[in-house]
């Protein structure tokens, strides 16, 4: 049974910070690619960052500097920390797992589980 759970959504300000969390079972965790991805209302779902089983990263080129994905694993978590915050990163926010391999780091398609997203709002 595979468990992935976000937390750590809700609002934050203008150029603020959060930080998000998502609590893998421990088998996805070690041995799956696992990545973060986010959905705006009326846009397609898109992918955010990607770390693999190395611990080697991606980044989608127009977040690459404010995002960081990294894991706990003492903790069986995935990270997502987002800094300076913009409007546009309001959005659903998801973490995914992906059998190592993947072509494409931050495709959607690529992913097989998914947890059940957490709402993330930022406002002035």
């Known amino acids: 049974q595979v468990h992935m759970e976000e937390s750590g959504g809700g609002s934050g300000r203008l150029g603020g910070s959060l930080r998000l969390s998502c609590t893998i079972s421990?088998?996805?965790?070690?041995?799956?690619?696992l990545g973060w991805f986010r959905q705006a209302p009326g846009k397609e779902r898109e992918g955010v960052a990607h770390?693999?089983?190395?611990?080697?990263?991606t980044y989608a080129n127009s977040l690459k500097g404010r995002f960081t994905i990294y894991k706990d694993n003492r903790k069986n978590t995935l990270y997502l920390q987002m800094n300076d915050l913009k409007p546009e990163d309001t959005a659903t926010y998801y973490c995914?797992?992906?059998?190592?391999?993947?072509?494409?780091?931050?495709?959607?398609?690529?992913?097989?589980?998914w947890g059940q997203g957490t709402q993330v709002t930022v406002s002035s």
């Open positions: 421990r088998h996805t965790y070690t041995h799956y690619c």
């Open positions: 770390i693999g089983v190395d611990g080697t990263t």
């Open positions: 995914a797992a992906a059998l190592p391999g993947l072509v494409f780091k931050l495709s959607p398609t690529e992913y097989n589980y």
